[in-house]
Antibody, heavy 123, light 109 residues
């Protein structure tokens, strides 16, 4: 059974940093691309970032480019999102999502989602 | 600025049929946008339903179907059940970038 468990969320001040983790199990983690998707309170889904299976290729939404860094440790079956220069508008539940292939592009697709971790940016 | 538009809300009666749509401000949605659809119930994580416009995941109930309709991606629910009340999101691919629609709140009443 595929399981994705996010952690690392919490309260952080504006301008601060936080690192999210996503622990994966139930599949060969090193074979699949992964994504981060976020959802602000009461709002819709927003694509944040994607990374290829070997970590060699990454993508960022304009809203986080230059502030967030996605990475992975295939030896630990773990995906990360390092967030810095955080703003109030980064407040959201952050979901880890598995892709169906090693590249985060189409025609491959999103399949499994974690339960999310809440990040609150406030003074 | 790429914008993906969905109906903000729709209401359907139990047992009825409803179609949700997903449009792009760049023009007609074609198979090359590889539309995905997701369902999210209150307090839960999203769940993947449809990919590449019309393909179902192994867990997707048969009453859900995806298509391309009139220049938009479409999700049709036939024989709607009370448990289908949820928010539905589409996701389109723009040659390297993935963009979500704003979501449709489906009420079963």
């Amino acid at each position: 059974e595929v399981q994705l468990v996010e952690s690392g969320g919490g309260l952080v001040q504006p301008g601060g940093s936080l690192r999210l983790s996503c622990s994966a199990s139930g599949f060969t983690f090193s074979t699949y691309a992964m994504h981060w998707v976020r959802q602000a309170p009461g709002k819709g889904l927003e694509y944040v970032s994607g990374i290829s299976s070997n970590g060699g290729s990454t993508y960022y939404a304009d809203s986080v480019k230059g502030r967030f860094t996605i990475s992975r440790d295939n030896s630990k079956n773990t995906l990360y999102l390092q967030m810095s220069s955080l703003r109030a508008e980064d407040t959201a539940v952050y979901y880890c999502v598995k892709h169906s292939s090693g590249r985060y592009v189409a025609p491959y697709y999103f399949d499994y989602w974690g339960q999310g971790t809440l990040v609150t940016v406030s003074s | 600025q790429t914008v993906v538009t969905q109906e903000p809300s729709l209401t359907v009666s139990p047992g009825g049929t409803v179609t949700l749509t997903c449009a792009s401000n760049t023009g007609a949605v074609t198979s090359g946008y590889y539309p995905n659809w997701f369902q999210q119930k209150p307090g839960q994580a999203p769940r993947s339903l449809i990919y590449s416009a019309s393909n179902k995941h192994s867990w997707t109930p048969a009453r859900f179907s995806g298509s391309l309709l009139g220049g938009k991606a479409a999700l049709t629910l036939s024989g709607v059940q009370p448990e289908d009340e949820a928010e539905y999101y589409c996701l389109l691919y723009y040659g390297g970038a993935w963009v979500f629609g704003g979501g449709t709140k489906l009420t079963v009443l």
